[in-house]
Nanobody, 120 residues
């Protein structure tokens, strides 16, 4: 069973930085697109950033120039470096991955989320 475990959330002041990590485990033989999504209170979950296995990245307009997504393929881990944080970045951040195990079927997996709170 594939598991995604996020870490690195917390409370930070505006203009501060945080680095989120997400480690994927559980018999993974193929790990394709990985990404971060977020959900603020009473709002829908939204894309923050994604990264392909080859390193191609995609960002939401609201975080371009402030957030950087990266991954360590050897460790099945994806990171999100968040700089110049704003109060509107406050949300639960979820890790997402497209992965296959021994049955070679690609499935979509989610972590349980980590809370990021940015105070003004």
């Amino acid at each position: 069973q594939v598991q995604l475990v996020e870490s690195g959330g917390g409370l930070v002041q505006a203009e501060g930085s945080l680095r989120l990590s997400c480690a994927a485990s559980g018999g993974i033989i193929q790990l394709n697109l990985m990404g971060w999504y977020r959900q603020a209170p009473e709002k829908q979950r939204e894309l923050v950033a994604t990264i392909s296995s080859g390193g191609r990245t995609n960002y939401a307009d609201s975080v371009k120039g402030r957030f950087t997504i990266s991954r360590d393929n050897a460790k099945n881990t994806v990171f999100l470096q968040m700089n110049s944080l704003k109060p509107e970045d406050t949300a639960v951040y979820f890790c997402n991955a497209h992965a296959a195990t021994s049955d070679r079927v690609l499935r979509n997996y989610w972590g349980k989320g980590t809370l990021v709170t940015v105070s003004s």
